[in-house]
């Protein structure tokens, strides 16, 4: 975790920058400053972020219906807030928030059951990522879950023991609901298990077709969220690269 927060914006051009200031009376410590500089100019800008985070989702292959075969929604949980004081405890972050939502349109949809998945990351957190989504889905918008898959750390975890609860049961195709950009990571990792999954993402990333975001001259002023998005989608290839050394 620690290392990846270095490698991503804007910890890494920040820290170009620092090195460059360290040897700033040579020819190097000034490229790198500029370089730095350069770099966290372009993660900020709505275009590059949009330009990412639109390649993942080109990826995604989502299917606007569930296919006839499909016989579970499988839901990701994408992270938690833990302490929420209005709570009185850990609950759901905005991407689970947002995936359980869309799920349960799935679910209502199709009449088809419901799995949630997603572990304790930390390793001691009172509940998993999967109970609190079910808490939401079952406690607040009565929406039964019919399996909780509360052992995985990461996605391909998410697949893994997702797949076995799933396959047992006789179950060879489901429908995947996530982010998007996380599809692309998602899909790889289910394709290693043996479980076909049909993509249904939520949130997209790209800019309003109606709206000029990203693609006029304010595409040029760095802003706080396209950071975040270029942030984000980094994630996702450093996560693809990653997994597929770990996992193959």
């Known amino acids: 975790m620690a290392l990846e927060l270095l490698l991503m914006p804007p910890a890494s051009p920040l820290l170009l920058v620092l090195a460059g200031v360290l040897f700033r009376r040579t020819w190097m410590g000034r490229t790198l400053v500029v370089l730095g500089l350069l770099l966290l100019y372009l993660a900020s800008l ?21 296919p006839d075969e499909a016989g579970a929604v499988v839901i990701l949980a994408g992270g938690r807030r833990a302490d929420a004081p209005e709570y009185g405890g850990d609950t759901v972050n905005h991407f689970s928030l947002e995936r359980a939502r869309y799920g349960a349109w799935v679910h209502r949809q199709t009449g088809l059951p419901i799995l949630v998945s997603g572990g ?116 996702e290839y450093l996560g693809m690269v990653w997994y597929r050394f770990r996992y193959r």
């Open 46 to 66: 709505p275009m590059v972020s949009h330009a990412l985070t639109g390649a993942l989702e080109d990826r995604a292959r989502a299917v606007q219906a569930a």
């Open 120 to 235: 304790r990351v930390g390793g001691e957190e009172p509940l998993s990522e999967a109970e609190l989504i079910q808490q939401v889905l079952t406690g607040e918008w009565g929406v039964p879950v019919r399996w909780v898959e509360d052992r995985s750390r990461n996605t391909c975890e998410n697949a893994l023991f997702s797949a076995e609860l799933l396959l047992a049961e006789g179950i060879g195709h489901a429908v995947l609901v996530t982010h998007a950009v996380h599809v692309p990571r998602a899909r790889w990792c289910f394709e290693q298990t043996g479980l076909t999954v049909s993509a249904m993402p939520t949130y997209s990333r790209r800019p309003d077709p109606r709206s000029t975001e990203g693609f006029d001259g304010r595409g040029l002023i760095p802003q706080a969220a396209a950071l975040e998005r270029t942030r984000f989608a980094l994630h």
